[in-house]
């Protein structure tokens, strides 16, 4: 089968590894039509602007060895929106001081495995944050993104997939990529009769708290050296540690201010609060943050165990015997967004190989 304009893959989910598949058929003339369960496209990147702060929910920046983003965003007109990291190193609060850390220590204590190489060259962002490439591919995607069509499941049809939706309608496709967290797609590919996919849906996902805090610069009293901090293992913080957000990338904070976001252990209570009565002591923090914003993310991050790639690899060679389908996204192929982004961009490719279609 050639693919023509006429040719529809139907991508599920749109983080960023959905998005970036729905691209990469786009830009090959494929007629895509992505669908998204939440009123907004972005999965775990979200981005507030308020009062001239920029506020990450999710991801702040992306390791800048990798060459995934740079790419999509001169490939969308926004490369000139690229920031690179302003300060380096971090520190670790052992309790009763603060002591040099290891570059990249911060990000493995999130759960992001990183190689020693790919750190020398440290993290990169954009101006307005991390949501900018979901902005920019949103826009360019139009009409073909949709959101509040949650994929309630697939079945095989005589053209390729009947992917049913929440509220009862349905869209056809001759090909499916299923960009979703792997217990999502675990689910829908039960309902293809994808028996090795039950095993990728006990990949276990980290819950994660943050709580960005707003101050004028003359309340920190101490230096704001680095990134930030990691509280450490035997440190008894709910703070497992902090980055100085506005030190890390520009424009993050208005003039005179300074945002802080804090990564805390599950815990009760008013968090906002909670970090800032943590912080204040280490950073010679006087008054109340200006206001501080929580997001919870009750499963954040997978954590892969030691046979995850073999896992995937069985779900995949399951995937080949059936028409165009295919997996993407952190519960697949590395939890970095550069990692999602080759992932979703792989999936497309083949999806248009197995159409018949030209790859570059
Ligand atoms: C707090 C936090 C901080 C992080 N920090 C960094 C960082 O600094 N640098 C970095 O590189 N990475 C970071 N990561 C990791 C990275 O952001 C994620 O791994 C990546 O963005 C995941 O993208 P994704 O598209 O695979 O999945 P997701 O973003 O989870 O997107 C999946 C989408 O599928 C949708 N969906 C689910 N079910 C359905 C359904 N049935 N039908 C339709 N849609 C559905 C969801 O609503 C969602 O929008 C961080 C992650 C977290 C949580």
């Known amino acids: 089968m050639a693919v023509s304009a006429a040719t529809t893959v139907a991508v599920v989910g749109a983080g960023i590894a959905g998005l970036a598949a729905a691209w990469e058929l786009e830009r090959a003339g494929v007629a895509v ?90 993290f990169r962002s954009f101006t307005g944050g991390m949501a900018v490439i979901v902005e920019a591919l949103v826009t360019r995607l139009g009409p073909a993104m949709r959101t509040a069509a949650g994929v309630t499941g697939i079945s095989p049809s005589a053209r390729g997939y009947r992917v049913a939706l929440t509220g009862g309608s349905a869209v056809d496709a001759d090909g ?18 994808v028996s090795p996919a039950r095993a990728l849906g006990e990949l276990v996902y980290q819950p994660s708290v943050t709580v960005s805090l707003a101050y004028r610069s003359d309340q920190i009293g101490e230096p704001l050296r680095g990134t930030g901090f990691v509280a450490a293992a035997a440190a008894p913080s709910v703070v497992r540690a902090c980055t100085y ?71 995949r060679e399951r995937l080949a015997r059936l028409a165009p389908i295919a997996i993407a996204g952190a519960g697949c192929d590395g939890v970095g967004v550069s990692a999602c982004v080759r992932s979703g961009r792989e999936a497309a490719r083949l999806i248009l190989r197995r159409m018949g279609g030209q790859t570059d």
Do not use: M, N
């Open 176 to 193: 499916v990529i299923l960009a979703l967290p792997a217990f999502a797609a675990a689910r829908l590919l039960a309902t293809l009769g």
């Open 33 to 122: 039509t992505l669908l998204e369960s939440e009123r907004r496209a972005g999965g775990v990147i979200v981005t507030e602007r308020r009062d001239g702060f920029v506020v990450e929910g999710g991801p702040d920046g992306f390791l800048a060895a990798e060459p995934d983003l740079p790419a999509l965003a001169r490939e969308l007109s926004i490369g000139d929106r690229l920031v690179d990291q302003l300060a380096r190193g971090a520190a670790v609060w052992t309790g009763s001081r603060f002591e040099p850390l290891a570059e990249g220590s911060a990000a493995v204590l999130l759960g992001i495995e990183l190689r020693g190489e790919d750190l020398g060259a440290g």
């Open 245 to 315: 957000a506005s030190a890390k990338y520009p424009g993050r904070a208005p003039a005179g201010h300074v945002l802080l976001r804090g990564f805390l252990a599950p815990s009760d209570g008013e968090l906002g609060a909670l970090a800032h009565a943590e912080l204040a002591p280490l950073l010679r923090i006087t008054g109340a943050p200006l206001w501080a914003r929580v997001f919870h993310w009750p499963r954040g991050l997978p954590r892969y165990e030691a046979h995850h790639a073999a896992r995937v690899a069985r779900v």
